[in-house]
């Protein structure tokens, strides 16, 4: 349990998408240096796609393949920027069954690294997370027992607590990952470990909300 003075930030992600995946250098760095505790929330980015993944077809106009490509690079640079592994995939995986996993995980006794497990499977193995096998694999390897991640995965134990995150995310306007949450406010986009200090530190002044606005505007939005 948290001590009182422990700041909760809840964190909308889905783990398909890589700007959630490159906050969590920021957000390891904030924990290191705060206190604070993060509670990962699951928000669905792609929830039509079949569970055998969304092949990426390239497109007729050859500017829209120039565009994906110099994103491709774009990607591929911050991740390595951040030390983190990066290889190009060419299907989209499902994301439904890893986030309820994830959530069964979250109710385990022990600090499993789930969340990251997940991340590198998929960005750094191309591994599919909609396949409840390769799901069972990165359970075993984030320190969980594969068979009672099984028994919550057949069981759909966690649904209606993954529903309930699309839910809140629907109710409160949350389009896009990441998402910040704490205190009714809401930061959206992958942050560098300054703004989410002056998150931080705002949150835990009586006027938070008015400073870290007033510094949004003055240092944030700007660039956008």
């Keep these: 349990m948290n001590d009182k ?3 909760n930030i ?9 700007w959630c995946y490159l906050c969590t ?18 928000y669905p980015l792609h929830p039509t796609i079949p569970k055998e993944g969304l ?13 994906r490509e110099a994103y491709s690079e774009h990607l591929e640079n911050q991740f390595r ?18 986030q309820e996993l994830a959530a069964w995980a979250n109710s385990q ?4 690294k789930i969340h990251v497990k997940l991340f590198e499977a998929y960005f750094g193995e191309k591994k599919n997370l909609g396949d409840v096998p390769t799901l069972l694999e990165i359970a075993k390897s984030a320190g969980l027992d594969p ?37 009714d406010l809401f930061l959206y986009g992958s942050q560098p ?21 007033a510094y949004l505007r003055q240092h944030v939005l700007p660039l956008q």
């Design 5 to 7: 003075s422990t700041l």
């Design 10 to 18: 809840e964190v909308f992600s889905d783990y398909i998408w890589p």
């Design 25 to 42: 250098v920021s957000i390891d760095k904030l924990k290191a240096e705060k206190d604070v505790a993060i509670t990962w929330r699951h």
């Design 55 to 67: 092949k990426i077809k390239d497109r007729a106009n050859r500017s829209a393949n120039a565009n």
């Design 81 to 98: 920027l951040q030390g983190l592994k990066f290889v190009r995939r060419d299907i989209i995986s499902n994301s439904r069954m890893a």
């Design 109 to 112: 006794e022990i600090d499993s």
């Design 147 to 183: 068979q009672l991640a099984k028994q919550a995965l057949e069981n759909r134990a966690f649904a209606d607590e993954v529903n309930r995150d699309w839910e809140f995310a629907r109710e409160n306007g949350i389009t896009g990952v990441p998402t910040f949450h704490a205190k």
């Design 193 to 213: 470990f300054e703004v989410l200090e002056r998150f931080y530190n705002n949150l835990k002044n009586k006027d938070w909300a008015k400073k870290f606005w």
